[in-house]
């Protein structure tokens, strides 16, 4: 269920590509839209459904908004909110899951049972009820994803500082007289690392897609957004017209999920 | 005595599991309820009055009958009460009771489910097969390749690309809709291609990982041909991982019924799910929530119990 050590094998072919992707991608992300100068949300009802052009390099929409800054908005979006829930998911995740183990007892059985209650539904289920709280709003998915994505870094360091804390080397650190702050420090975080990094890679991914799945079905991000899961809905009656224009959302996701993926060398932590 | 211990372990955690869905959904559902702009009383007024009948004396009666005046504690207390009863109320926009709704759903999604699991056993098991018999080979790369980036297509995506490939460009299948069995097709390809994708590699490394074993090459020894050993000894092993990993993709099952069903307007629980989430029917969502939830955990103690029946290790001997 959890993730073993991940093995080292040096710089692999896949995670290159995987690195220069989502470098790519984080740059297209941050400062793509400023580049390029065109306001996403901009339309021109005597332009619609454009292909490529050297005005629009990307064709236009079906209400002549420019492509191109659609879906760098979107990339902005989607990526920002994937990175925001990932480090609120991972920082207390981990720490918690340190504190269960080193407490053991009453902490750890209660930090349990509310793991086991967030695992208790598939994961995106439980995303889409959390943000249909609130309906529309980018906060509650936020929140939703974060709330779904840290049981895996608490369980992944849970389980493994279990171990790492009962070895002889963490005793004699004890003995020697360090405190807790040195044993984490030294003798757990270089342990866990590469496992916390692999896990935030696919926590990563699942927030992507999640993000645009539930724009996809009209109950997470609201249209006049550009987000790529909802530029799907609204350009999929359109297809016959302009397959190409549907193509670009369906293509920036899943390169980006991709790209994740192949970072972290493909192999999910099962 | 033979006494399965692990068996009620996993009977017990599974239970656990059921409990924790319901106190999930049914906390979630409520919030949804208290989230919900306006005063609650009046809203409930309207739908039994009428808007014109409705006033601030029907909305006391109502305040005070449903206990809406109480602290919002007791009030989810309330609410988790008439869940525990399974009273799971009436949706807001048919007006009908939500377990007569879902009757229907119910049936409808596992249809899809059941297609979905068995489409992508009949792509992954031979494909796995032939790549696990000769691991580092051609197609063994191929598929590899190939499973990488199916992986990275979510489930709807892969619906609207299949929907554009297939139904509308070569007129062969419906795009949309429940009229016939034609109909099942594409989203049963959908969900069973994206399971495939993990689940055809699931079956490779067991193939390939029991050809390795010194058994087989006991069972060549001893004379038995190739294809004896591979439908005996080699097959026989490499059911079981295969079995637990569709225990692994379920979570995958439910959420891509969830997302498949909106996109192909499959009437499912997955689909009315969405729509209550859309129409703020809270009765609803918390009622498809809870048996998407619940359906999770059924299937997940049926895949419990098949691992249970196959593996003889898992029975200890106490």
Known sequence: MLPTAPQHNGLSVARLIGYSLLAGLALCAVKGPDLIGIDPARQSLMHTLQGPSAEHWLGTDHLGRDMLARLLSGAQLS???????VLTAALPGTLLGILASWYGGWTERLLTLFADAVLALPGLLLVLMLAAISPGSWWALYAG????????YFRYTRQRSRVILSEPSVEASRLLGFGATHIIKRHLLPEIGPGLLTIAAFGAATAVTAVAALGFVSVGIRPPTAEWGVMMTQLLPYWREAPFLILQPVLCLVVTVLALHLSVGVRRPT | ????SGLWSALAGRASQAVLVAVVVGVVSFSMMQALPGDSAYRIAAGRYGYDMMDA????VVRTELGLDKPTSVQLANWLGSLARLDLGKSAVTGNAVADELKVQLGHSLLLAGAGILVSLIIAVPIGIAAGLRPGGALDRITLGASIVLRAVPAFALGVLLMLALAVHIKLLPVAGFQSPKHLILPALTLGLGLAAVSSRVVRDAVSEAMAADWQLFSRTKGLSSGQTLRRHVLRNATLPVIAYIGVQLAYVIEGVVIVESVFAWPGIGH???HAIFGRDVAMVQGTALALGLTYVVLNLIIDLCCH??????????
């Open chain 1, 79 to 85: 990526l920002a909110l994937a990175a925001l829930s």
């Open chain 2, 57 to 60: 004396a029907s909305a006391d």
């Open chain 2, 309 to 318: 029946g196959i593996d003889p290790r898992r029975r200890s001997i106490t």
């Open chain 2, 1 to 4: 005595m033979i006494r399965s």
């Open chain 1, 145 to 152: 994803l974060s709330l779904t994505l840290w049981v895996e």
């Open chain 2, 272 to 274: 009315a799910l969405v």
